[in-house]
């Protein structure tokens, strides 16, 4: 059975059902907590959930002692930027920890940020930083792009032994969808074919999976069958399905919110280079954001982002001459 | 025993000071010998030494159970040691060896026993601050009586994540004790360079934590301090801050050329050598007399050598070791 919810709600709904399930889950980040008759602190108490100063650094450095006490701590920390201020804990210790000591402690948990809030937030509140996570052996990145990948990627994440950095993209905050009932869990590393075709795949993350499904089916009327791959988690990062699809269709087009050379696109375009080269018909088409920081000017913003007309425009040229095949 | 001496306060007894001894004799001489071994090559990567600094680990250390968790910066090997790490298992990591505490990954900024709770030291300068005070929340949440204590330098505290911690833990009420030793150097520039206030104990006072500075090298006198806080934190009360006056004999790293500084005069050093000091207060206090001590350094030296010889003789660890050190399997 499912039920609809935002993917806000859904990713919430697992934090809850986590914290029911296990007592060692804790919850806490700035203006949260900050009653007694907030349903968190209801349930679980003001032990468990906790409001905390705006001190990034502390807040995470907390988590890592913890659960290397043996908790597992959710970290709310609202804006992926607000990471930055605090990047020794989140790159240098919480990842570190593990190899540094031989394999002796393990450092469950999750810092959960939104990114990507390109709707008036201008230069500070929008970037898409997933990339800079993503080569940080140690950490795990995760980055929903449905109600229902949200709440089960929460879980497994909230379980999962390692840090987990868990990138919520804000304009899909209210995207309705279909949310599994009860315990859900989706597994990393497992990409997700969200849409068969056989000309062209596309690959986006977060945001830039819709903008991918949405030409696709601008696509479909001209006869391209678009394959629309969401990784959902970039670290660990499925390669293996992409090549399949790539091998299956000869081309390929990357999307991502991100500027172009801090973008996961531009690491799955290497690997797809390298280890799928023969399978390619046509150079890889990678459609990123602009190398500009995120203006404020509503024309402006949408000018430097990805959109489903650039992303149509890219399969064409992909395709460039070829034939196209009967549908 | 008698406690001929006894200050006001003072509740160090003979049989702990021969045992601090001990631990202090292990750390400055397993030191000198990493210093040797690191000039010899067969230490090859980065050390530093905490010679002159010992009297603060053994006296902080040994009070300490095996639950309450222990943080360190970059300077480590005396807290380790003194948390109970063997000395063998502590040379084989500085020797990259396979049999050391964390299998040759970590190295000498990286000790990390979890068994004794020394749960982990970092090269960052402060970076386990704040960490620290997550094992006191979770042994506050988990209503035992640990504790947590981290040690950093002087240097730490100009860092803004070290005034977060405190804020927190002050605003939160936890079990941690914050032991700095001040040198007076962070890294290779004297505290004056850094800051207007002189003591750490200081920079803390607006946020009310009971706080105190000591001569670190008065090994009774940090024991009191530290026993003091400790019995209070473990009966619910927190956090506490010890500021230890101290001087760093060695470089900040060994090969360090130091001109930034004038070495201390040998005479003086001895008077000021918080091992000597013990000796010779334990021998005033009727506590051992030069046969005792003399046997209490060579079981360190003796201890030393197995533990090069030890360290020598291990094997390299493997590259497969690194697949199970990256990630925990959920």
Partial sequence: MAHELPYIAAIIEAIQLEMERDESVLYFGQNMATTENEPFVEAFGKDRVRVTPISETAEIGIAVGAALAGYRPVVELYMAEFMLVAMDQVINEAPRFRGMSGGQVKVPIVLKAGYGFTAGWAGQHTGTLNALFMGVPGLKVVVPSTAADAKGLMATAIRDDNPVVYLHNYLLTLDHGDVPDGEYLVPFGEASVRREGSDVTIVGTGWTVDRALAAADRLAGEGIEAEVIDPRTIAPLDTQTILESVDKTGHLVLVDQATRHASVSTVIAGEVAEFGFGSLKAPIVQVTGLDATIPYSEPLEAYVLPDDDKVVAAVQSVLGTAPVTAA | ?330
């Fill in chain 2, 1 to 330: 025993m008698l406690n001929q001496h006894k200050r006001p306060g003072e509740s160090l007894d003979g049989g702990q000071a021969a045992g601090l001894l001990a631990t202090m004799w292990r750390i400055r001489l397993f030191e000198e010998r990493v210093g040797q071994l690191a000039r010899s090559g067969d230490i090859d990567g980065l050390v530093h030494l905490s010679i002159g600094q010992e009297g603060v680990a053994a006296a902080v250390c040994s009070q300490l159970r095996d639950d309450d968790h222990v943080y360190s910066g970059h300077r480590a090997h005396g807290h380790a040691i003194a948390k109970g790490a063997s000395l063998e298992r502590v040379m084989a990591e500085l020797m990259g060896r396979d049999t050391g505490l964390c299998r040759g990954l970590g190295g000498s900024m990286h000790l990390v026993d979890v068994e004794h709770g020394f749960m982990g030291a970092t090269g960052v300068v402060g970076g386990t601050v704040p960490i620290a005070l997550g094992s006191a929340l979770a042994a506050r949440l988990r209503g035992t009586d640990a504790v947590a204590v981290v040690f950093f330098g002087d240097g730490a505290v100009q860092a803004g994540h070290f005034n977060e911690t405190i804020n927190l833990a002050t605003l939160w009420r936890l079990p941690l004790v914050l032991v700095c030793e001040n040198n007076g150097f962070a890294e290779f520039t004297p505290r004056s360079a850094h800051t207007v206030v002189e003591r750490v104990s200081d920079v803390v006072a607006p946020y009310g934590l009971e706080r105190s500075t000591v001569d670190g090298n008065d090994v009774p006198a940090v024991w009191d301090a530290f026993g003091s806080y400790l019995a209070s934190a473990r009966s619910g009360a927190g956090p506490f801050l010890l500021e230890c006056l101290t001087h760093r004999v060695r470089g900040h790293y060994e090969g360090d050329p130091g001109r930034y500084r004038d070495s201390m005069a040998e005479a003086e050093w001895k008077e000021k050598d918080p091992i000597l000091r013990l000796e010779r207060h334990g021998m005033a206090a009727g506590w051992y007399g030069e046969d005792e001590l003399r046997t209490i350094g060579e079981a360190a030296a003796a201890a030393v050598e197995d533990a090069v010889r030890f360290g020598l003789e291990s094997p390299f660890p493997p590259s497969a070791l690194l697949e199970a050190a990256v990630y925990a399997d959920g």
